[in-house]
């Protein structure tokens, strides 16, 4: 029997016999890179599956990195379930990194609203997508409506001199 034929019977044993870790994780990924070259025909679903390996093993910035990669390209630019990946995603890492800084990174809520505005132009009825889009611009706003917003670089080294005067101010 070809299990690489099989790709999501392949995928669904090795989670039921292999233990949740970074050297099995490592495998289901190349696993299913390799599965994406031998078969065109199923690269799509084989993608989504990689894009969700990788969301569950924590690794969101690689996901992104992927679907930047592949993303403009068909058959993939037309996947909504991928386009909605990349706006979760972003909405993700568009968090504040502390509770003692509360702003959203606005580049990142941008880039999530066009990754839904698209997922929604595909799929007009898609829920996610709707809801998601409601809630961007009062995340944008809240971000920048009476929030606390981090210190820029010159604010940083303000307060670092003013904790120790007798540090020299360096040239501009």
């Known amino acids: ?6 790709w999501k019977t392949g995928v669904l044993l090795m989670n039921e016999f292999h233990e949740e870790d970074m050297d099995s994780n490592s495998k289901r990924l190349d696993y ?3 599965l994406m070259l031998q ?8 993608f989504q599956e990689l894009i969700l390996r990788y969301i569950l093993s924590g690794e969101y910035g690689k996901a ?12 993939y630019a037309s996947n909504p379930i991928l386009q909605i990946y990349g706006g979760l995603i972003c909405l993700y890492l568009a968090q504040p990194e502390s509770t003692f800084v509360s702003t959203w990174d606005a580049v990142k809520l941008r880039d999530a609203q066009a990754y839904l505005e698209k997922a929604k132009t595909i799929d007009p009825n898609n829920v996610v997508a709707l809801a998601w889009l409601e809630q961007i611009p009062r995340l944008q706003s809240a971000s920048t409506s009476g929030a606390t ?7 940083d080294e303000e307060d670092k001199r003013r904790a120790n005067p007798r540090a020299k101010r360096a040239r501009r």
């Open 32 to 34: 299913l890179s390799t």
């Open 149 to 155: 917003t981090p210190m820029s670089e010159s604010d």
């Open 39 to 46: 078969y065109p025909e199923e690269r799509q679903a084989i």
């Open 64 to 75: 992104l990195d992927e679907l930047e990669l592949y993303l403009p390209s068909q058959p």
């Open 1 to 6: 029997m070809d299990w690489k034929a099989m």
